[in-house]
């Protein structure tokens, strides 16, 4: 408007007019003068106005009826050139808005005028519209007049003035309309009282209207009337109207200004009482038609009144239902039931089109649809409108389908043949539509069982463009083409699925929004506004109930009715992109009911996607079960019941591949075709995009997904992912070049779309696993009692997702292994091979992935990964376990150094291996222990070492392979070298889980439960390696239980100091004898066939030939290793408090053992026998005890028995010098007692095998078993070390019993077989081993009894002494010739001295006879020691030369000794009347006489013991005389001791009888050195002289008398040397006898200076030869 009111266009306005004004004077001056006069009149006014007001414009308005008139007149003339100038000044007045009401008043009555004479019909048209459109002052009646002016111009006889008239009619109704808004507008913020409409139609119902508004409604109602051949109430003057224009004006209205009739309720009055029911009443006629017949409802006769006014009323409808559907909701559902009634198949095809037309309008509004659900299908009594609409469109669709002529023909009679109408809209809707030609479908079009529907491209996608509804200038129906309405109703659900999809899956994001915002808003609400967050949480989820109800009435009135239609689509297309559309479709609404969580629809939907997958009549259960459940249902449209079709198993579609189906009988081949590889994307894609919501389709989807893949021939690969098989696995597959370029893509497909589980939920996640395992035990049921190639496609894909969900594997690991393990256990090998595959690589990935947090913080993880791999132990086909094996070693390759926890269950996957598995499933294990006990001891638990001496243990009995149990037994040696080295610390880490573990028993309130608990944590573990050890050492094979034995016997001898002291009370009990009784009882039970040979071409010794005699080495090994250990640690045991006990059982051992029947054993127990009598304790420092042990007391008791207080003798072995180093004013503390029982019950043992095994058989049987000589040998060979430990309480009974077994060893006869080893050739002089060891028996006895012979007097009884010295003669008589005989074989070497000194000690004892021993008594005791020099004169020294020159010296020294009285120069005057021994002496001396000069001297040796007994009888007759002379001189007149004068009386007359022997003796024989200590006795004798006693004078003469003769001593020849010697060497005696030191030096210079002399030294030298002189110069010295 402000350019209207511009000074300018004012100015120009008034111009305008003025001109306008003369214009007309001019025109009108002649025929019209009032109209000129008015003109000019009018021009004054104008100028006045101009002149008079500022606003000129307002001023015209005022004064616009005086302004107007001139021109008013002017059209009045009725002259077209007067008219029209005037109608066009009228026109500018009007677009400048100076025209008054009344004005306007006055102008439309002209405009009646001009109308009525039919003048400038177009122009008054325009006038009219300007009038209206550029200002509001026209109402009422004015507006109304002018309304019908247009309306009957509308309806003139010149179509230009009735289409610009109906155009204009157009526009002043909408003009009219647009006044309401602006009115309300402008009172927009005035609140007026409601004011209650009256019920019935009255026209003064608009008195409450504002003008605006009180004429659009006054106009809307005429509108009514008229249509409904009524007369109006406002428009008066109308005398024409058409239903069609009226429909239109109508449908025009309430779709522009909606808001008018809601705003306000007089007009929604309108709807309710007028519109709706006209509508409804103009429907009627058309429901009750049907084809052939045509009734006009027109007033006008002219009208064909049935497609025009139906297809108004349905764009009515539409419009009602869009835009008033909240106010008119009982009338919309009476609407909507009438357009699904048109959708009838007995209704004309047109109408069925603009009727399908209709309802796509509002399929494309979801909303709309949503309110239907609501208003209609959420009520209890209601017409279910929604589903009906859906239900009619899938009936409609099988409808043309099933009736395909109607499609065809045109559908009214009078269309027949008539095909120009048709074919233009057919072209226009499709100008590239082509026929049916040769039978080939060329276009895209449904095809099913003989019916062939064209697609037509009917819309866009989501618009619903109609082309019937929009023929408003038709008035007869048009013929439909072929195929539009299917596309329609095609379209009609595509459109439908998608609205309500969107809509849904809209709001369900914005809820969860919502919700999350909510939530975030509420985690951390202040105090004041926590109530407000709860209630508007409250609200919120109130909402979100309501909303998710709607949300599932629309889907579950919906999805039945879209599935069928759907369905039978997808089967009829034959087009790719309607295929895909349909596709979409069916997978949009598959996701949707899966958020929505409805099961079954959800479920229908992918089944028909499945279905369309595979081939027609496809046998997979899991579809047609599916399918028998929905088939069953009816779907109700308006009483017709509507089947589900089945899919047609006819197929246009390109064949893409040929292969054979997965079923468990062969069922020849099936084939794919593109669309169902079509459909297969779409399932991949589904389960792709929406896995989450799919829940237990996953089942339909997986088994379809595995049976398509089968047909295709896919094949896992590595990871699960599925690759192309090659030809030969599948022989009867056929794929085309298309299909082969798409198998990759398929399978990279199918990968993804388990790569992409890893971003569902947890219960999606579970779906997917529980489909899957289901799948396979279906694929594991098809595969048994067949060698068929199972179905991989589940073990595959359950491999694929879990290595893709590794970050949450805890979730699905438990179902996920449990079921691999049941594939694992699958007869079929192929099947299990995969399970195995996909559970170890599942387990390796787990092992290896980046868990958070790490698996070293997670054990219960790791624990649980392990788990299944140690579940497989169970399984018993060997492919099965050598996988487990295989992963293992792999895992520890990898992971052994973080395993923690995992050990134990890695550990018993290695000792789980049975020894029936097969060699390679033991070589695999093993090679896994192996690396273990290599790498990985020092990083794993220390609680889990237990667990590994278990499992190599286990290894050792194996029997498949010898060489792998006697490796586990080496690895058991490096275990046990491992725990020695890193004992410390392993003992620290056990000893600390042992207290966390004791204290959870305790808060548990038991006991802790261990093996060998209570013994400390370390020890137990040393107890399970011996235990293993000690199983192995009774294994069946001999080399097992060989080396097992010596590694445990090693090992305890080499690691048991680390023991606790209490420990070892375990060892001996639970293992040591443990295992000799089991080895005792097997040695006892073993088979005594032969055995032919050792495996393979391996020959056995005779020895080992029978499962006894391998036995037996065993139990030679094990009681051996056992002695050992009691042997070296008796230190540790015996102080152990039954250690007696422990001792009484090895001794029965021993026994039982050396009873044995087999000689091996026997001898072998002797051996150990030995072992444990001849122990000494290694003493090292670390080690010493603070006491000396009590292993120590016999040999100290011995000793100390033995030699009595007076004198010291100390054994030279190790025991008696570690005594001898003990302190000695500290005496050990010593159990003596228990230690000689332990002794005592060793000679017990001793007797009762040698009592057994030599006692004389009763019977005389063939089979008798004779003990061995090296058996019976041993035996008494154990008697000397036994014997030092108990001879203190050793009797005269355990004599008796030894003489027994000794005689029984000896008479035991000798074997035929062994003769020739053992018994001596007549050549040879030899004893027989046990023959020796009789003989050592005896000298051990033998040393014996120089105790009581050394203690003599001291004796506790005098029969003791004197029975040793019976015992004594009696073993010396017999046993000395053995000796003598074999003296030279060193055998007797050590008896010699001991004899020696055992003669010494009982003759010249140094025990007093008691003084109460008479005469008689002490002659019959003279009368002992006389028969033993007599044993020596006899027995002893005529063999000299056949015994040791040392025992020969000490008996000539003793007979020296005891040939003078005289014992000790240390005689006390109380000892003065000691009875002498005179025949003792005598016989002593006669010995020595006896054998000082021999007559016969044979041998150099006769030669020697002559010179040496005379050499000694000499000297110790100087000594006795140069004694007695000096105690003569010194003594005075006081006589001397009787003893000392017998002695030198008795010395007298031995020189007398030694002389007179030299007489008689040949020169020759008699030595140069006697001669010279002969003549040197005379000087000394010329001394005694001077004796006072008369005795001794008398034995002087006697002996002075025979030295005549040595006066002129024979002339020998002699060598000049010898000569000189003794002539020299006679006077330096004679010059000077009592300074032997001169004598020596005298003798020395004589000798040497004759040597110098002698004219032979040369010739001696030169010879090699020791010169004379030097010899004599040593014996001189020796002698002086």
């Not at 003068?33 to 500022?54: C, D, H, Q």
């Not at 139906?310 to 009602?320: A, I």
């Not at 997917?768 to 199972?790: D, R, T, V």
């Not at 392993?986 to 966390?996: D, H, Q, R, Y």
């Amino acid at each position: 408007m402000s350019g209207t009111s511009s000074p300018e266009a004012v100015k120009k306005l008034l111009e305008n007019t003025q001109g306008d004004l003369r214009g007309l004077s001019l025109e009108c001056r002649k025929k019209f003068p009032p109209v000129k006069e008015a003109a000019e009149s009018g021009i004054i006014k104008v100028k006045t106005i101009a002149a008079r007001n500022t606003d000129i414009l307002a001023a015209l308005k005022e004064n616009s009826s005086e302004v107007v008139q001139p021109f008013l007149m002017g059209c009045g003339t009725k002259e077209p050139k007067i008219t029209q100038l005037c109608l066009a000044a009228i026109q500018r007045l009007m677009s400048h808005e100076v025209v008054s009401e009344a004005a306007a008043g006055n102008i439309i009555n002209m405009l009646w005028q001009l109308m009525e004479n039919s003048l400038e019909e177009l122009k008054l048209l325009q006038t009219v519209l300007v009038l209206l459109t550029t200002n509001t002052v026209v109402h009422d009646e004015a507006l109304s007049k002018a309304i019908v002016l247009c309306f009957r111009l509308h309806f003139t006889k010149d179509n230009i003035t009735n289409n610009t008239a109906a155009a204009t009619v157009r526009q002043v109704v909408t003009v009219v309309f647009e006044r309401v808004v602006s009115e309300d507008e402008r009172y927009k913020g005035v609140i007026e009282q409601p004011v209650p409409l009256p019920g019935n139609s009255n026209r003064r119902s608009v008195s409450t209207l504002k003008p605006c508004a009180k004429d659009a409604y006054m106009l809307f109602q005429d509108l009514c009337q008229l249509v409904n051949a009524d007369a109006p109430y406002w428009l008066v003057g109308m005398t024409e109207m058409t239903r069609t224009f009226g429909l239109e004006l109508l449908e025009s209205v309430l779709n522009d200004f909606p808001q008018v009739f809601l705003q306000h309720q007089e007009f929604s009055f309108l709807l309710k009482e007028r519109v709706c029911p006209l509508v409804i009443k103009l429907f009627s006629p058309n429901i009750k038609f049907r084809q052939g017949s045509s009734t006009s409802s027109s007033p006008a006769p002219v009208e064909k009144p049935y497609f025009p006014i139906c297809m108004r009323l349905l764009r009515v409808v539409s419009v009602l239902i869009k835009q008033f559907y909240s106010l008119l909701v009982t009338e919309c559902e009476i609407f909507l039931s009438l357009l699904v009634k048109f959708l009838d198949a007995d209704k004309p095809q047109w109408l069925r089109a603009v009727a399908v037309e209709s309802i796509h309008r509002l399929c494309v509004q979801p909303q709309l649809l949503r309110s239907f659900c609501q208003s209609y299908d959420m009520k209890q009594h209601s017409t279910k409108v929604f589903r009906d609409i859906v239900n009619a469109l899938g009936s409609f669709i099988q409808s043309l389908f099933l009736v395909p002529s109607t499609g065809n023909t045109s559908t009214t009679v009078n269309q027949t043949g008539s095909n120009t109408s048709g074919g233009t809209a057919s072209a226009q809707t499709n100008p590239g539509m082509l026929g049916m030609s040769g039978g080939v479908t060329i276009l895209p079009a449904f095809e099913y069982r003989g019916t062939w529907i064209p697609i037509l491209t009917v819309t866009i996608q989501g618009s619903a463009k109609a082309t019937y509804l929009e023929m408003l200038d038709k008035v007869e129906p048009p013929t439909i083409p072929e195929g539009y309405a299917m596309s329609v109703a095609f379209h009609c659900l595509l459109d439908l699925v998608r609205g309500i999809t969107t809509m849904i899956e809209g709001e369900l994001e914005q809820a969860e929004t919502d919700n999350r915002t909510m939530t975030e808003g509420t985690s951390s609400p202040t105090q004041s506004s926590e109530q407000q967050d709860l209630q508007s949480v409250s609200d919120q989820t109130d909402k979100e109930l309501v909303n998710r109800a709607v949300w599932e009435e629309m889907v579950n009135a919906c999805w039945c009715g879209l599935l069928a239609a759907l369905s039978l689509l997808l089967d009829a297309s034959t087009d790719e992109a309607a295929t895909e559309n349909i596709l979409k479709a069916e997978l949009t609404m598959a996701a949707l009911c899966g958020k929505l969580g409805l099961v079954t629809s959800r479920d229908a939907f992918i089944t028909a996607i499945c279905k369309g997958s595979l081939p027609p009549h496809y046998a997979l259960t899991v579809l047609n079960s599916t399918t028998t459940t929905l088939s069953s249902k009816s779907y109700s449209i308006q009483g017709q019941n509507v089947q589900m079709i089945s899919p047609s198993s006819e197929s246009h579609q390109q064949v893409v591949a040929v292969g054979q189906p997965l079923a468990l009988q062969p069922q020849g081949t099936v084939m794919l075709t593109s669309k169902n590889i079509q459909c297969m994307r779409t399932l991949l894609n589904l389960a792709h995009c929406h896995g989450a919501v799919l829940g237990t389709s996953w089942q339909l989807v997986l088994a379809t997904l595995q049976h398509l893949v089968w047909i295709l021939g896919l094949k896992p690969g590595v990871g699960g992912a599925l690759k192309p098989g090659r030809a030969v696995e599948g022989p009867s597959t056929v794929l085309t070049t298309a299909v082969m370029t798409d198998l990759p893509a398929i399978a990279t497909i199918l990968s993804r779309l388990f790569e992409s589980s890893q971003y569902l939920d947890d219960v999606s996640l579970h779906h997917l696993i529980n489909a899957l395992c289901s799948l396979s035990l279906e694929a594991m049921e098809m595969a048994y009692g067949n060698n068929k190639e199972p179905s991989l496609f589940a073990v595959a894909k359950l491999l694929e997702t879990g290595l893709v969900n590794m970050h949450r594997i805890e979730i699905l690991w438990r179902p996920l292994t449990g079921h691999l393990l049941e594939v694992c256990q699958h007869p079929n090998s192929r099947m299990r091979e995969w399970g195995a595959e996909a559970l170890t690589s599942l387990i390796k990935a787990g092992l290896t992935f980046n868990h958070d947090p790490p698996l070293s913080q997670n054990q219960r993880l790791q624990l649980l990964l392990l788990n299944p791999l140690k579940e497989l132990s169970n399984i018993i086909h060997p492919d099965i376990r050598l996988k487990q094996l295989e992963c293992v070693l792999q895992i520890l390759q990898s992971q052994g150094d973080s395993l923690g926890p995992g050990w134990p269950l890695v550990l018993g996957v290695m000792g789980a291996i049975r020894s029936d598995q097969g060699e390679s499933l033991i070589r695999t294990a093993f090679q896994c222990l192996q690396l273990v006990v290599t790498d990985f001891l020092p990083t794993m638990p220390c609680t889990c070492l237990q667990i590994v001496v278990e499992v190599a243990g286990s290894f050792g009995l194996h029997n498949q392979e010898l060489n792998i149990s006697l490796t586990s037994i080496g690895l058991l040696w490096n275990i046990s070298d491992y725990f020695f080295q890193r004992g410390e610390t392993i003992e620290k880490e056990l000893n600390k889980e042992e207290a966390v573990l004791q204290k959870q028993a305790e808060e548990k309130g038991v006991l802790l439960n261990r093996p060998f608990h209570p013994a400390p944590p370390f020890d137990c573990l040393w107890l399970c390696l011996y235990a293993k050890l000690g199983e192995l050492c009774v294994d069946p094979r001999p080399a097992v239980r060989k080396s097992a034995g010596q590694t445990l016997f090693s090992t305890v001898g080499a690691h048991g100091t680390l023991l606790q002291h209490s420990t070892w009370h375990t060892v001996i009990w639970k293992v040591l004898f443990h295992l000799l009784d089991r080895v005792r009882e097997s040695s006892s039970t073993a088979d005594k066939e032969k055995i032919e040979s050792g495996g393979g071409n391996i020959l056995i010794h005779h020895s080992r030939d029978t499962a006894e005699k391998q036995w037996a080495e065993t139990w030679v090994l094990t009681l051996a290793g056992v002695a050992r250990i009691f042997n070296t640690r008796r230190y540790l045991l015996q102080p152990l408090g039954d250690f007696s006990k422990a001792w009484d059982v090895l001794l029965d051992h021993i026994q039982s053992a050396a009873l044995s029947k087999n000689s091996e054993v026997s001898l072998a127990a002797l051996k150990s026998f030995q072992e444990i009598l001849q122990i000494v304790s290694p003493v090292r420092d670390s080690e010493k005890p603070d006491t000396p042990p009590a292993i120590n007391v016999p040999a100290l008791l011995g000793a100390m028995t033995a030699t009595g207080l007076g004198r010291s003798f100390m054994r030279t072995d190790s025991i008696g010098e570690r005594i001898g180093r003990c302190n000695e004013s500290e005496p050990p503390v010593i159990d003596e007692i228990e230690d000689l029982n332990l002794w005592w019950a060793a000679w017990n043992t001793w007797y009762r095998i040698g009592s057994e095994s030599t006692k004389p058989p009763i019977t005389c049987e063939k089979l008798t078993f004779i003990p061995s000589q090296p058996f019976l040998t041993a035996l008494i060979q154990i008697f000397p070390a036994l014997y030092q430990h108990i001879r203190t309480g050793f009797s005269m009974d355990d004599l008796q019993k030894l003489g027994v077994i000794l005689h029984g060893a000896v008479s035991v006869p000798i074997s035929s077989d062994a003769s020739p080893f053992i018994l001596p050739s007549y050549t040879e002089a030899v004893l027989t081993s046990l023959q020796e060891a009789v003989l050592t028996a005896l000298d051990v006895l033998q040393k014996t009894l120089r105790i009581p012979l050394s203690l003599k007097y001291a004796c506790p009884s005098e029969s003791t002494w004197k029975l040793a010295v019976s015992s004594l003669l009696k073993v010396l008589s017999i046993g000395l010739p053995v000796a003598r005989q074999h003296a030279s074989s060193g055998k007797f070497d050590s008896m010699w001295p001991e004899l020696a000194n055992t003669f010494e000690d009982f003759l010249f004892t140094k025990s007093i006879p008691p003084d109460n021993l008479s005469i008689q008594e002490f002659q019959r005791n003279e009368s002992i020691d006389v028969e033993v020099v007599q044993l020596i004169s006899t027995e002893i020294l005529p063999y000299a030369n056949f015994i040791p020159k040392e025992f020969v010296g000490q008996i000539m020294t003793m007979l020296n000794k005891g040939s003078i009285h005289s014992q000790s120069s240390s005689f006390t005057e109380a000892e003065i009347d000691i009875r002498m021994r005179e025949e003792f002496s005598k016989m002593c001396f006669e010995t020595l006489l006896q054998f000082s000069f021999s007559n016969k001297v044979t041998t150099p040796q006769e030669g020697y013991i002559s010179r040496m007994a005379l050499s000694v009888l000499l000297k110790r007759s100087q000594d006795v005389l140069y004694r007695y002379i000096e105690d003569e001189r010194l003594s005075g007149k006081c006589p001397l001791p009787r003893q000392q004068v017998t002695e030198i009386i008795f010395v007298l007359k031995a020189v007398s009888t030694l002389i007179d022997s030299l007489k008689k003796t040949q020169p020759e024989n008699v030595d140069a050195n006697t001669w010279a200590q002969v003549i040197a006795l005379y000087p000394t004798l010329v001394e005694c002289i001077t004796c006072s006693s008369s005795e001794v004078c008398s034995a002087l003469k006697e002996a002075l008398v025979p030295f005549k003769d040595f006066m002129h001593p024979p002339a020998p020849k002699l060598s000049l040397v010898e000569n000189r010697w003794r002539v020299d060497e006679a006077e330096t005696y004679k010059k000077s006898i009592p300074d032997v030191r001169r004598c020596r030096e005298v003798s020395y210079t004589n000798v040497v200076r004759l040597c110098e002399q002698a004219e032979r030294r040369p010739v001696l030298e030169k010879q090699g030869r020791e010169p004379e002189e030097k010899r004599l110069v040593r014996y001189v010295e020796s002698s002086l």
